[in-house]
């Protein structure tokens, strides 16, 4: 009777009961959260972060707080999620956190727990399924306690430092892959393998379904047995070595080879060793979605095969030896999104179905051989031989043009003015001709970024017209070689200026007074070597750290840049004077070269003081006599 009662009262005042059972576990939370406090760089790689723990209050029900999930029938903490809240501290190994017993799911991504070590406690947790670290701040090793958790399906180590800082013993990992049968979500990316025989991974649970092993210092041979793991799988940036092969076997073997290719989806090996060439047996990989084989040492052709990747949609074979022509099955690829061939060696033309593809928002091919016509596509296509006109563009969405160093001919097209989503032009070393009116430019709200330099272009300024918010988000300019004959005059609007490169024209005089106001607070390079300047008053850029004035007609004394110049070239020029010594308040000043001027007096002995920085010093062809500093450092 009386249990009957209970039930009955149970059944009536549900909430009530599993409150006084779950009141140990919000006081533990409490504690938990009083060991932090709330910082906002904590948490700075979120893209959306918040203090959960600010909604934790004492003599409420902890199971409505934030981030906290509880068995509705006896109120025990089974889910905690604090990732991206704002935590910073050190993370103490008796904290009352280690006392929630029932905790199936644990999330402490991205806060900062200041450099502590991972408790071993967390092996407490025997009900465990999910637990996820990454991007913590941890430091010091893994702890083996964590490969206790034999109930894990999820486990994310990945970046919880850095590879210097974060280390795991090769017993630690012997106990992850024999005690985790059900994992099926593992990634470690940034701990520190060296050690560590990768051939260890491949006795991980077959119902692993995504492994990440990504900048952990893996070395040895790529085992050609790697494809029978996951759906999921990172091993960029490690130093693995040997060629890729997919063994097929005896027909058992077979069988199960292809039902793993079938299921693999993700492939990133970027950033190794891997040589010899693509095997034509990859193309078997029919459900991949992302494939990435940048910087390694691979070479021969791009194999037909690659065509039959009919879900890719993130293609990457740049940074190797590839040769031969872009393979025309590749316009088979209809969901491709990201294609990136640049920096080997492939030759020919770009086939023009590839271009077709509807899906395709970025093209990278720089760095190669090829050759014909530009195409009316977002692209990079710089450090090729392509030639002819570019045609006239048809769309208005391309937001980058890269085309420099190549053979291209002809005028702009008018067409270039109107694309007003554009934010980087780069069109330098070419032959291209015409002339253009730079205010032309002042259609292009969003550019950033503008390369015109070595060309054959005539540049031309109307002085007289005023130009109100010319290329308000402007930051870099580089004009060299532009045939011009003054500072053009639409550089008065760009205050936020960081690179102005106007070198190799026909600029005489002195630098105009307005130029003084043009990125006085941002501009941190300029270039106006090898043209007619003869006057230098001053240098007001607060934040300059590159400066060119060689090869002009400059006179006078020797101006002063900011403390922040770390290049100062003034070499062939007419400067005469005494060097002052207040030069050396530029104390990152890393090559400083005044030859070929009318420089007298002694050489500033202060400049022996800037050994920890100075690399390169040229004095030559001046009229300097005295003792030379004795303090030069050795790397000098």
Not at 236 to 264: D, F, H, K, P, V
Not at 483 to 491: G, T
Not at 579 to 588: D, E, F, K, M, R
Request: with cysteine; net charge negative.
């Amino acid at each position: 009777m009386a249990s009957y009662l209970f039930l009955c009262l149970l059944l009536i005042f549900p909430h009530r009961y599993a409150s006084s059972l779950g009141s140990h576990s919000c006081s533990s939370l409490i504690e938990f959260k009083n060991s932090f406090s709330i910082t906002n760089d904590a948490s700075w790689y979120c893209d959306k972060s918040h203090p959960k723990t600010n909604s934790w209050k004492e003599g409420t029900d902890c199971c409505s707080w934030d981030g906290v999930t509880c068995d509705h029938l006896n109120a025990h903490v089974i889910a905690l999620d604090l990732s991206c809240s704002l935590l910073f501290g050190n993370f103490p190994s008796n904290t009352t956190l280690f006392l929630l017993l029932y905790l199936q799911k644990l999330n402490l991504a991205y806060n900062d727990f200041n450099f502590s070590k991972i408790p071993s406690e967390f092996g407490r947790f025997e009900s465990l399924v999910y637990l996820n670290l990454s991007h913590t701040w941890f430091v010091g090793e893994v702890p083996s306690q964590v490969s206790h958790l034999s109930k894990l399906v999820s486990l994310d180590l990945s970046w919880i430092y850095d590879s210097e800082q974060l280390t795991i013993d090769k017993h630690a990992v012997e106990g992850l892959v024999h005690n985790l049968t059900e994992v099926r979500h593992l990634f470690l990316d940034g701990i520190n393998m060296s050690s560590i025989n990768p051939h260890v991974f491949m006795n991980l649970s077959s119902s692993l379904r995504s492994l990440s092993l990504g900048g952990c210092d893996l070395q040895g041979k790529f085992s050609k047995n790697i494809f029978d793991l996951p759906n999921h799988l990172d091993l960029w940036g490690n130093q693995l070595s040997g060629q890729i092969q997919i063994s097929l076997g005896n027909l058992l073997q077979l069988t199960q080879l292809l039902e793993n290719l079938l299921q693999l989806t993700h492939l990133d090996l970027c950033g190794n060793q891997l040589s010899g060439q693509i095997p034509r047996s990859l193309g078997n990989l029919l459900q991949l979605t992302h494939l990435d084989l940048t910087q390694n040492q691979l070479s021969g052709q791009i194999p037909r095969s690659l065509g039959n990747f009919l879900q890719l949609a993130h293609l990457d074979l740049s940074d190797n030896q590839l040769s031969g022509q872009i393979p025309r099955s590749l316009r088979n690829l209809l969901q491709l999104t990201h294609l990136d061939l640049s920096y080997d060696q492939l030759s020919g033309q770009i086939p023009s179905s590839i271009l077709n593809l509807t899906r395709l928002e970025d093209l990278t091919i720089a760095g190669n051989i090829l050759e014909g016509s530009i195409p009316d596509e977002e692209i990079f296509l710089s450090q090729n031989q392509f030639s002819g006109h570019i045609k006239e563009f048809q769309s208005k969405s391309p937001e980058l043009i890269c085309l420099d160093n190549n053979k291209l001919q002809g005028p702009l097209p008018s067409s270039i003015f109107q694309l007003l989503n554009l934010t980087k032009l780069s069109l330098s070393s070419n032959n291209l001709s015409g002339v253009v009116e730079l205010s032309m430019f002042s259609n292009l709200p969003n550019l950033e970024y503008l390369d015109l330099s070595y060309n054959s272009l005539s540049f031309t300024s109307n002085s007289t017209s005023t130009v109100n918010h010319t290329l308000p988000n402007l930051i870099s300019l580089l004009l060299s070689s532009c045939n011009l004959s003054e500072f053009p005059q639409f550089l008065k609007e760009l205050k936020s200026l960081d690179s102005l490169d106007l070198s190799y024209n026909r600029i005489e005089g002195k630098i105009p007074q307005w130029m003084q106001e043009v990125g006085n607070d941002s501009l941190s390079y300029l270039n106006v070597s090898h043209n007619s300047l003869t006057e230098v008053e001053q240098f007001p850029w607060k934040n300059i750290e590159v400066l060119d004035l060689s090869s002009n007609l400059i006179r006078g004394n020797l101006p002063i840049p900011a403390s922040t110049i770390n290049i100062f070239l003034i070499s062939n020029n007419s400067f005469n004077g005494q060097v002052s010594s207040l030069i050396c308040n530029a104390s990152a000043l890393k090559i400083l070269d005044l030859s070929h001027n009318n420089l007298r007096g002694t050489i500033p002995q202060c400049f022996g003081n800037l050994s920890n920085s100075l690399q390169f010093l040229n004095l030559k062809k001046n009229k300097f006599y005295g003792m030379i500093p004795p303090t030069f450092a050795k790397g000098c």
